[in-house]
T-cell receptor, first 109, second 115 residues
Framework: SQQGEEDPQALSIQEGENATMNCSYK?????LQWYRQNSGRGLVHLIL?????REKHSGRLRVTLDTSKKSSSLLITASRAADTASYFC?????????FGKGNQVVVIP | GEEVAQTPKHLVRGEGQKAKLYCAPI?????VFWYQQVLKNEFKFLIS????????ETGMPKERFSAKCLPNSPCSLEIQATKLEDSAVYFC?????????????FGSGTRLTVV
């Protein structure tokens, strides 16, 4: 199956800094979503961007989508220790939501 | 309820034994999805349902895996004759539609350990 891939895989930052993650995918999509997974927990939906949108904001989150490059980025501004988690992009295509490998983000207080 | 309830949280089975996992989707959600996550890494799609009908089962290893979503019962995922490589966390998700404007709602998962 074709899945999104994030870059970088692991990120360690100081509290207050911004964290940026990228995701690329290979097929046409209807929408792209970002999820957070805290250790030992399920996925929590963060934000969804539709294929006809280029940028979307939600609180401290900003997601961009470039369908010509088949890529997306997630920016977390003013990071907090509670943002420590793994972040996954997922895109909807071929009747299913496919996930990438995930970025582990560690925010150091 | 407003959460996807998965049971049990942990399950240990000897190799060759059967494992059965349950998922109660959010009331009113028509779609249910099962994913397998190995080593905190990728989420592998297994199967999806639209109500009690299989919508997409192309991710299922059919020789040992089966799943059902019957009316008025939790959905279930059953693994016959478990193997060591089946050890993973199995997540269930539900949504009102296939293309969900709010994303899917995931349960907390069932951690299956095959020994």
């Amino acid at each position: 199956s074709q899945q999104g891939e994030e870059d970088p895989q692991a990120l360690s930052i100081q509290e207050g800094e911004n964290a940026t993650m990228n995701c690329s995918y290979k097929t046409s999509i209807n929408n792209l979503q970002w999820y957070r997974q805290n250790s030992g927990r399920g996925l929590v939906h963060l934000i969804l961007i539709r294929s006809n949108e280029r940028e979307k904001h939600s609180g401290r989150l900003r997601v961009t989508l470039d369908t010509s490059k088949k890529s997306s980025s997630l920016l977390i501004t003013a990071s907090r220790a509670a943002d420590t988690a793994s972040y996954f992009c997922a895109y909807y295509g071929n009747n299913r939501l496919a996930f990438g490998k995930g970025n582990q983000v560690v925010v150091i207080p | 309820g407003e959460e996807v309830a998965q049971t049990p949280k942990h399950l240990v089975r000897g190799e060759g034994q059967k494992a059965k996992l349950y998922c109660a989707p959010i009331k009113g959600h028509s779609y249910v999805f099962w994913y397998q996550q190995v080593l905190k890494n990728e989420f592998k799609f297994l199967i999806s349902f639209q109500n009690e009908n299989v919508f997409d089962e192309t991710g299922m290893p059919k020789e040992r895996f089966s799943a059902k979503c019957l009316p008025n019962s939790p959905c279930s995922l059953e693994i016959q004759a478990t193997k060591l490589e089946d050890s993973a966390v199995y997540f269930c998700a539900s949504s009102q539609s296939r293309v969900e404007s709010g994303g899917y709602t995931f349960g907390s998962g069932t951690r299956l350990t095959v020994v």
